[in-house]
């Protein structure tokens, strides 16, 4: 059974720094891509980040509202995710979903995890 763990979340304060991570458990086939979403109160859940890998290439990929903000980063041996935000403003409060897809399209989710922003 496949399991997405997360971790890191909670409140700061404007301006502050926050790191979520996401672990993979019992996955069979290899991970595509590994992403990070968010769904904020009364809105639609969106891409904040994005990183898939294939044989010698990839690709980034960031939601408008974060870019030079967030980084992500993942470790494939480990099968983990991490995003780092930086500059956090009261918009970027939501609950924050790890998101998994393998090499044949299997999709997974995590739990997710609320970040507070406060003002």
């Known amino acids: 059974q496949v399991q997405l763990v997360e971790s890191g979340g909670g409140l700061v304060q404007t301006g502050e720094s926050l790191n979520v991570s996401c672990t993979v458990f019992?996955?069979?086939?290899?991970?595509?891509?590994m992403a990070w979403y968010r769904q904020a109160p009364g809105k639609e859940r969106e891409q904040v980040a994005s990183?898939?890998?294939?044989?010698?290439?990839?690709?980034?990929n960031y939601g408008d509202s974060v870019k030079g903000r967030f980084t992500i980063s993942r470790d494939n041996a480990k099968n983990t995710a991490d995003l780092q935000m930086k500059s956090l403003k009261p918009e970027d409060t939501a609950v924050y979903y790890c998101?998994?897809?393998?090499?044949?399209?299997?999709?997974?989710w995590g739990q997710g995890i609320q970040v507070t922003v406060s003002s």
């Open positions: 998101f998994v897809q393998t090499v044949v399209n299997d999709a997974y």
């Open positions: 019992g996955i069979t086939r290899s991970i595509y891509r």
């Open positions: 990183k898939s890998s294939v044989p010698n290439g990839g690709s980034t």
